[in-house]
């Protein structure tokens, strides 16, 4: 932190033990990253429940954030359909190129690393995929098991509205 000018790179280590390399200027607004950063700045950031694909993938994001944040989501949510909400091109593209599971993935890093925009982001990606499936659809989407009858029949009765045709 000698030179306010420089860039300070923290390395990102995923658990598949591939590096990753980002300005701290744009990592900070992950808790993980700026508390590990904090704490000792000389060592790499082990994110070691975000493999490889998923983090280079998080990296992205995050120095596509610093230069251009995205809009805060609104709550309730302003529109009917995913791009009426999230009308910047880039992070409407960046969750469409993804499949569902790397979709996951990410929702799941963005939790865990504390990145906030990430994460509202995927959520309301997942929330409009789920909008309008039937139990069965989610169930499979979300590749839930299998209730028993006696699950089933429990569920049924505690939670009508989600098994509403």
Not at 10 to 23: G, H, N, R
Not at 49 to 55: E, G, I, S
Not at 89 to 118: C, H
């Amino acid at each position: 932190m000698e030179n306010e000018g420089e860039a300070e790179i923290v390395t990102l280590v995923s658990k598949d033990y591939q590096e990753f390399e980002i300005d701290f200027k744009a990592g900070k607004i992950s808790n993980l990253i700026r508390e590990a950063f904090n704490e000792d700045p000389d060592q790499p950031v082990n994110v070691l429940r975000v493999n490889a694909a998923c983090l280079e993938k998080v990296v992205e994001f995050l120095n596509h954030y610093h230069d251009d944040p995205m809009r805060e989501i609104p709550t309730p949510l302003g529109g009917t359909v995913f791009n009426e909400i999230v009308e910047q091109a880039w992070y409407q593209e960046f969750v469409e190129r993804e499949e569902r599971d790397s979709i996951f993935d990410l929702l799941t890093a963005a939790n865990y690393m504390g990145i906030k925009p990430l994460l509202d982001l995927t959520c309301l990606k997942v929330t409009f995929e789920l909008t309008g499936k039937s139990a069965d659809q989610i169930r499979e989407i979300l590749k839930l098991p299998e209730l028993t009858p006696e699950e089933e029949a429990k569920a049924r009765s505690e939670h009508k509205w989600i098994f509403e045709e």
